[in-house]
């Protein structure tokens, strides 16, 4: 089962009595705030959790897998997640057992 | 952009909520995230993107120092894949 954004919402509202309204709202807010650094080129660091960095790929050669014909993949932005130090002990120790 | 300058960017358009509320808030959500996969649970946010574990085997490594090999154990790591509308605005602002 996938957590999702009205389980956190739900989670704002159970714990520190956001009403449901400002839930939502404020979880709608969390990742729009991110995503729009990310868009205007800088990075976001969640010191505990990790960092969302961006990297610029120039063009490459590629092929549709179906045909097998050839095009070229173009230049992009891409965003990359870096899990910080505490998440990365998080998972491993509770995961692998 | 750090965690606090996020906690003051959402304090800013959250007028309504007291400061201390949006910064247990912002924790909060980083923890039940980071909950979820210590659970081996997926994490979807439409738009945004999905985190989940990547499983890495156990390999033969060594002590770089003694050149000792040594057993590294299996592990799980975390990976995020962005959503669409994530890869769309990244990649839009970047041509402009």
């Known amino acids: 089962m996938a957590l999702t954004k009205a389980e956190l919402a739900e989670a704002l509202f159970d714990e520190l009595g956001l009403n449901k309204r400002e839930a939502k709202e404020f979880v709608d807010l969390f990742f729009e705030e991110i995503r729009e650094r990310l868009q205007s080129g800088k990075e976001v660091k969640l010191s505990g959790f990790g960092n969302f960095e961006l990297r610029n790929k120039n063009q490459r050669p590629g092929r549709n897998p179906k045909t097998g014909e050839e095009i070229p993949i173009s230049a992009r932005r891409v965003v990359t997640f870096r899990p910080g130090q505490k998440l990365r002990l998080r998972v491993e120790l509770d995961a692998t057992g | ?96």
């Open chain 2, 1 to 96: 952009m750090t965690k606090s300058e996020l906690i003051e960017r959402l304090a800013a358009r959250q007028t309504h909520l007291m400061h201390k509320d949006v910064e247990l808030a912002v924790k909060l959500i980083l923890d039940r995230v980071s909950m979820a996969l210590a659970k081996q649970d997926r994490v979807e946010i439409r738009g945004f993107g999905s985190f989940a574990l990547h499983h890495r085997p156990s390999r033969i490594g060594r002590n770089p120092k003694t050149g000792e090999a040594v057993t590294i154990p299996a592990k799980h790591v975390p990976h995020f894949k962005p959503g669409k509308e994530m890869r769309e605005r990244v990649n839009d602002s970047a041509s402009d």
